[in-house]
Nanobody, 124 residues
Framework: QVQLVESGGGLVQAGGSLRLSCAAS????????MGWFRQAPGKEREFVAA????????VYADIVKGRFTISRDNAKNTVNLQMNSLKPEDTAVYYC?????????????????WGQGTQVTVSS
């Protein structure tokens, strides 16, 4: 079992930055691939970024590549999402998720554990 709590969301102007954090509890965090997803009103949940069990194994959605950076600290049981050059279309509720299995995935249904979400609003 993994319990996840996101923080760091808020209101920011276009071009600004936010850093989301996800605190995990549970004995399996260090072996869990982690992902960030987002969902805007009226839209489906979409993949943002994911990281494997090792720090350097990452993947990004094309729409955030070069602007967002995912990282993890297994000693602190945290996974972070640094978001730079934010755009109004990045506005959404952002969710942290943990997966059972060996590698990350872009598919939200392949993640077993989810946080409650944190709101990110980017004004133009």
């Amino acid at each position: 079992q993994v319990q996840l709590v996101e923080s760091g969301g808020g209101l920011v102007q276009a071009g600004g930055s936010l850093r989301l954090s996800c605190a995990a509890s549970g004995r399996t965090f260090s072996t869990s691939p982690m992902g960030w997803f987002r969902q805007a009103p009226g839209k489906e949940r979409e993949f943002v970024a994911a990281i494997g069990r090792s720090v350097g194994n990452t993947v990004y959605a094309d729409i955030v590549k070069g602007r967002f950076t995912i990282s993890r600290d297994n000693a602190k049981n945290t996974v972070n999402l640094q978001m730079n050059s934010l755009k109004p279309e990045d506005t959404a509720v952002y969710y942290c998720a943990a997966r059972n299995g060996l590698g990350y995935s872009r598919i939200w249904s392949e993640y077993a554990y989810w946080g409650q979400g944190t709101q990110v609003t980017v004004s133009s």
